[in-house]
């Protein structure tokens, strides 16, 4: 019985759970979080199970209504998506989860409408990847982008600034992305991604089809913060507060790498993408400048958000890379990256937002060695996912970017190859700047004992999700081939 | 006896051992004794798998899948065996020397001293018996990470340069190493070390099999030290002076010579070596590697850049000795490992002894100093006169299978480099003896010997160089063990 | 040539409005004029769902007593206006949001200009 309505339970704990919110949440405004972390925490137990039962019996196709596509909507819940799925909602539990001190610090007397806010975004990144249908799949995009300027906007005093730059640039991505979606309907007549397969190989010289193919690209590669649409993602996560910025920054641009996937992979088809101009190809381009630029312009920051910003840039290169290389390893490489880079991003963020909530700011160049005694559980959790962050074994990041390598090898493509090498290097560069600054003296400033200092770490609730995600990294590591293994079996070719 | 899980154990012992030593940091007798129980623990169970290695045996554990069809495996064969003797035997002597060493010279943060020393030969451990280059890497990895801390110790900006450089020249080489293996493992499908090579099924072209070696060479190479690529080794001589004895001398260092090994003799193959000409290559880098550091040694008036020098040019002894692609060749390069790890270690132990005691860094102000530490100073003199190749210590030993190597292979411009390096060794370790000996010093009234917990790992490094030298069997087998390796890469190709 | 034109009246009134929204969005330093930019765009691609929408003789998806349900040639194509509707209701929330947001930023900066904003940010 469940398991038959497993997609629309999962994105239904949202919306209850975005009404709940507020009906308790005027009552009682300190129920607003655990609500919330109940309601992801549900969400994200039922898409574990999920992704089981799809492993055990298949694709679920599931009809709003019993009304059947092309009529109905309807949500796919195949290999993909149920990944993602996965993914989303155990990272945003823990996000959610750790966002509770954070709350009280930043916005206090708003946690009802932040927690609300967050349900329906979710259940628009939910809908977004469960749906079947293109246009549903438009509306599902605005949802979650209407909620998320507004978590955006709560935050520093430019965050408003932020988040309208990005409404402005994330709003024209999207009505791209409804243009394109319409030129595909005028051609084929129908917005079910499934039934639109099949008919797009009799139009594949069209001009409608190959415009329709760009405009979505480029509508949701602004989404993706896919370079160079990526402008609006710097600000946005530096000046939001630190609890936005950790639920948004893990998970946000995945899912539009998503809707990449969703569009090269399955409705076109790599060939037929390629039929008229080797649009993977160049996508993996942009990819490879992204990741490049990400990472230098990584090393130029001293807010440690922002770095950590910029670094997003470059780590969401290496999936669309992955996605450009078309071959298994290179799909399983990008969907193992796109599991590791939430964790570990969750967890970065995280850590910044323990020092912000702790030190009242997280600016490396303030940072000191004192840091090692008064948070060594944030510090420890920050090793633990840079080195991830760099790719170093056993850990996470090694594992995806291994795969990543050897999907290079097969295609014989030795610029991505030495991209990917290079931009390591790039990522030692500036974490292990920041390791300096935490754990050593500094000279440079004439320091010339350790500094010592109380312990003084943050309080369980929010150390315990940072933790938990850090050690995952290493479970992760060495569960990669089982993983690995389920995610080859999902390829599409 | 089911051995199978001792490889396991040898490695994680020290990395057990982390929680403890970093538990009883406040209680600093309590801390060292569990590095020392931990460095005793491993070379015993490091020793149980010899008799089975002098057999010719090895151990394998399968562990966990790390990738598909690419498993976290450990293998003592005879090679890591050898290696792991050697690297967990001188632990012992280094960590006594260590707690001598920093609690004369009043080290700050010596729990992360120690700890990071116990995960260095966990990882080093883990690299000798690593059965395939996925479990290399993670090791390998392992090792420039644990270093880290150690080469940063002080943390004055030297040091923090000096680290920075480190990884630098690490972390490429370590991502080299990736996309090395990430190459072989798409055009074998496998990455086992295996005697004798993984090509030998697949037939690739010349300029294909040329990229992959260089990777490589550029990979192990920094490790190594063959120059080009051996900057990070003198900058990292800021490090504590035990850190450059164990870690410069023996663990990271004999870590890449080692990975030479492993990539000529089991990812290669002699045979394959030999065909595509890569060894010659490999020949010009560590001939040209073992003159250039010799005169650059010269140059060095602190005595542990000099030390470092002579270290960059006696590991390229032991890669030109594989490079040689001849069972004598191989068998003296192999012996040069552990000659060259005693000898330099003792001259290490010296230099921070002579730190500690006297506070003298630079060669010019050794004048004399053998009147106030004679032993010290006496088993220096061991230590350079083998290495400089001079009976009956065993420098000489190793260096007359190199020259039998290269006259085997009828080589003669490995003899010459060797004769020419010889001489230069020594001229430049002999100013060193004379100023200490005959030089009259100054302002050393007062001062003794160094502590004895620095002395006799001193004297005991010093006299097994000499016993090695003089019965190259001793204890170990070490001499048999390298014959039968060497054996065994070069039987293993011809069917 | 003309008749290319005037035949694909609605598609050039949509790609023109399109270009006016999207250099509104770059080009304008006022972030009004921006949003305003943003609601052109918007209205572009409605009007190009609801011409795609269009039939010769065809009247407008109302239920007409005189027109049996089943003559659907006799109707425009219902879908794309539902959509649509959807859509414009997508595109007044989010000048609604835009709106908010803009209100916030003049209540710190006291500035709508884009110039001047940055220079009060950093």
Redesign the interface.
């Known amino acids: 019985m469940i398991e038959t309505h497993l997609p629309a339970l999962i994105a239904l704990t949202f919306v209850l759970f975005s009404i709940l919110i507020p009906a308790f949440g005027l009552w009682r405004r300190e129920l607003s979080q655990p609500l919330a972390v109940i309601g992801s925490g549900l969400a994200g137990g039922l898409s574990i199970y999920g992704f089981i039962e799809y492993l055990n019996h298949g694709a679920i196709r599931y009809s709003f209504g019993g009304w059947e596509p092309p009529v109905g909507i309807e949500f796919v819940y195949d290999g993909l998506s149920g990944f993602f799925v996965m993914v989303i909602n155990v990272v945003a539990f823990f996000s959610i989860w750790h966002s509770g001190g954070i709350a009280k610090r930043e916005f206090p007397g708003k946690e009802m409408p932040y927690y609300a806010l967050a349900m329906l975004m979710l259940l628009g990144f939910n809908g977004i990847v469960m749906t079947g249908d293109l246009f549903n799949l438009f509306v599902f995009l605005e949802i979650s982008s209407l909620a998320g300027y507004a978590l955006i906007a709560i935050g520093d005093r430019p965050a408003p600034y932020a988040a309208f730059r990005y409404l402005i640039i994330g709003t024209a991505g999207g009505t791209l992305y409804l243009l394109g979606a319409g030129l595909l309907y005028t051609v084929t007549g129908t917005l079910n991604i499934i039934d639109m397969t099949p008919m797009l190989p009799h139009f594949a010289e069209s001009t409608a089809v190959v415009a329709g193919l760009i405009l979505m690209i480029v509508g949701i590669g602004v989404k993706a913060a896919l370079f160079p649409m990526h402008g609006w993602l710097p600000d946005s996560y530096t000046y939001a507060s630190s609890s936005s910025t950790t639920l948004i920054a893990p998970i946000g641009t995945k899912v539009a790498a998503y809707v990449l996937f969703r569009i090269i992979f399955y409705l076109f088809g790599v060939d037929l993408v390629d039929a008229t101009a080797p649009f993977t190809y160049l996508v993996g381009v942009l990819a490879c400048i992204g990741i490049i630029y990400g990472s230098i312009m990584a090393i130029a920051q001293s807010e440690l958000k922002r770095m950590l910003a910029y670094s997003s840039i470059s780590q969401i290169g290496y999936i669309i890379m992955g996605l450009s290389l078309a071959n298994p390893w290179g799909f399983a490489g990008a969907l193992l990256h796109v599991l590791n880079h939430a964790v570990m991003k969750a967890c970065l963020f995280m850590v910044a937002g323990n020092l912000r909530a702790k030190e009242g700011h997280s600016d490396i160049s303030l940072f000191d060695d004192s840091y090692r005694k008064k948070y060594p559980w944030t510090m420890t959790a920050f090793s633990i996912a840079a080195i991830s962050m760099i790719g170093l074994p056993p850990l996470a990041g090694f594992f995806s970017k291994w795969y990543l390598v050897l999907g290079t090898i097969d295609n014989s493509n030795w610029i991505f190859l030495a991209v990917i090498v290079i931009s390591s290097l790039l990522n030692a560069v500036y974490f292990f700047r920041v390791y300096e600054k935490m754990y050593m003296m500094d000279p440079y400033k004439g320091q010339k004992e350790p500094k010592d200092g109380e312990y003084n770490d943050v309080k369980g609730s929010m150390l315990w999700p940072t933790s938990i995600l850090a050690v995952s990294l290493i479970v992760i590591g060495f569960a990669n081939a089982v993983i690995v293994g389920v995610l080859l079996d999902i390829f599409p070719m | 006896m089911d051995l199978s899980l001792v490889p396991l154990f040898a490695i994680l012992i020290s990395l057990i051992a982390v929680v403890p030593i970093m538990l009883s940091s406040e209680k600093p007798n309590l801390r060292e004794f569990w590095t020392i129980l931990a460095a005793l623990i491993k070379f015993g169970l490091v020793l149980t798998l010899l008799p089975g290695a002098l057999e010719g045996k090895s151990v394998e554990l399968h562990i966990?899948?790390?990738?598909?069809g690419?498993p976290?495996a450990l293998k003592a064969d005879p090679m890591g065996v050898f290696f792991a003797v050697i690297a967990s035997g001188l632990w012992i002597f280094t960590s006594f020397y260590s707690i001598g060493y920093v609690r004369g010279a009043g080290e700050?943060?010596q729990t992360r001293y120690f700890a990071s020393f116990a995960v260095c030969l966990s990882a080093t451990i883990g690299i000798a018996f690593s059965a395939n280059l996925?479990t290399f890497?993670?090791f390998y990895?392992?090792l420039?990470?644990a270093t880290y801390?150690l080469v940063?110790h002080n943390?004055?900006?030297e040091a923090?340069e000096g680290g920075?450089k480190y990884?630098?020249f690490t972390?490429?080489a370590?991502?080299?190493l990736?996309?090395a293996s990430?190459?072989v493992?798409?055009y074998t499908g496998t990455l086992d070390f295996t005697p004798g090579g993984l090509f030998t099924e697949v037939d690739l072209p010349q300029h294909v099999m040329l990229i992959i070696f260089v990777l490589f060479l550029a990979a192990v190479g920094v490790k190594a030290g063959i120059m080009p690529i051996h900057g990070w080794l003198p900058a990292a001589m800021v490090a504590p002076t035990p850190v450059s004895a164990l870690l410069h001398a023996v663990a990271v260092v004999k870590s890449g010579v080692f990975a030479v090994i492993r990539v000529v003799g089991y990812v290669f193959g002699v045979d394959v070596m030999a065909g595509y000409g890569l060894g010659e290559i490999l020949i010009v880098f560590a001939g040209f590697t073992i003159i250039v550091a010799s005169l650059l040694a010269f140059a060095q008036d602190n005595l542990k850049r000099r030390l470092a020098y002579s270290t960059v040019g006696h590991l390229s002894y032991i890669v030109l000795g594989v490079a040689m692609l001849t069972p004598l060749g191989m068998t003296g390069g192999i012996m040069h490992i552990a000659a060259h790890a005693t000898m330099k270690i003792t001259l290490f132990f010296c230099a921070g002894a002579i730190y500690v005691n006297l506070h003298r860094t630079e060669i010019s102000n050794l004048n004399g100093i053998a009147k106030v530490m004679p032993w010290t100073m006496g088993a220096f003199t061991i230590g350079s006169l083998g290495l400089a190749g001079i009976p009956p210590i065993n420098g000489f030993f190793s260096k007359w299978y190199l020259a039998m190597g290269s006259l085997e292979g009828d080589m003669l411009v490995p003899i010459f480099i060797l004769v020419l390096s010889g001489l230069l060794n020594a001229g430049y370790f002999f100013p060193i003896l004379h100023r200490a000996y005959f030089k009259k010093g100054e302002g050393l009234e007062g001062y003794g010997e160094a502590s004895p917990l620095m002395v006799v790992p001193i004297m005991i490094t010093a006299t097994l160089s000499v016993l090695f030298g003089l019965f190259p069997n001793l204890f170990f087998g070490f001499f048999d063990l390298a014959v039968d390796i060497s054996t065994s890469l070069f039987n293993s190709g011809a069917p | 040539m003309l008749e290319f034109f005037i035949g694909h009246y609605a598609y050039w009134l949509v790609i023109i409005l399109l270009c006016v929204g999207i250099y509104g969005i770059l080009f304008k330093k006022n972030l009004i004029k921006k949003t305003i930019g943003l609601a052109v765009l918007q209205i572009s691609v409605v009007i190009y769902w609801v011409a795609i929408a269009s039939k010769e003789g065809a009247t407008v998806t109302t239920l007409d007593p005189n027109i049996p349900v089943d003559q659907v040639a006799n109707y425009l194509n219902p879908l794309t206006h539902t959509l649509m509707l959807t859509a414009i209701v997508v595109g007044v929330a989010t000048l609604g949001v835009a709106f908010t947001l803009l209100m916030a930023i003049y209540n710190r900066y006291e500035t709508l200009d884009e110039q001047e904003l940055l220079d009060k940010i950093q």
């Open positions: 966990v899948d790390l990738a598909p690419l976290l700050m943060k996925l890497i993670l990895e392992m420039t990470l801390p940063i943390e004055k900006q923090i920075r990884l630098a972390l490429t370590g991502l080299l990736v996309a990430a190459l493992y798409s």
